[in-house]
């Protein structure tokens, strides 16, 4: 893993932990790069809801689900979670 790569993944997670309120992130492989998930279990959302936005923009691809208290023994579940990938291989140029 390059080392942009490491640091873009590293920063996503540490502002998602600040900022959804003091819960880790969880980083996981995907085929093309790392997946950041940041598990919000609180009666009000997050401790900042803008700078999970932010963080979350600073991926490739991001998103948001939501299962509702009454699908978890009244505690509402949210997972926000973004993605950093790979970058794209450059293709050589076509000498012909």
Do not use: C, K
């Not at 998103?63 to 579940?77: D, Q």
């Amino acid at each position: 893993m390059n080392d942009a790569l490491r640091q873009r993944t590293w920063e996503i997670a540490e502002r998602l932990s600040r900022a959804g309120g003091g819960g880790e992130a969880r980083l996981t492989t995907i085929a093309d790069g790392f997946r950041i998930e940041l598990s919000v279990i609180r009666p009000d959302g997050p401790d900042d809801p803008p700078a999970v936005l932010a963080a979350l923009a600073l991926g490739d691809r991001w998103g948001h689900s939501y299962s509702p208290a009454f699908r978890n023994n009244g505690v509402a579940r949210e997972i926000v979670w973004s993605e950093v990938h790979h970058p794209a291989p450059v293709p050589a140029p076509d000498d012909a």
